[in-house]
């Protein structure tokens, strides 16, 4: 049995490859701001008025949940 009918091409189309770029690139910034996140000190992140306690909660979290 076929995923989908026989008359379309096999290939993904090019909008699914642009927002599978994008879902990855989304990924790749949240990495790159927890990391960030980490390395504060407690002056920077009491600036911005988070705790020490914020910033291990959201660094903790996998890369693909917001």
């Not at 949240?30 to 002056?43: F, K, T």
Request: net charge positive; proline share 5%; aromatic share 10%.
């Amino acid at each position: 049995m076929r995923a989908w009918p026989a008359n379309r091409d096999s290939r993904p189309s090019r909008s699914y490859v642009r927002r599978l770029i994008a879902l990855f690139g989304t990924w790749r910034q949240r990495l790159r701001d927890r990391r960030e996140l980490a390395l504060l000190c407690e002056r920077s992140l009491r600036d911005l008025g988070l705790t020490r306690y914020d910033t291990q909660h959201e660094i903790r979290k996998p890369f693909w949940r917001a």
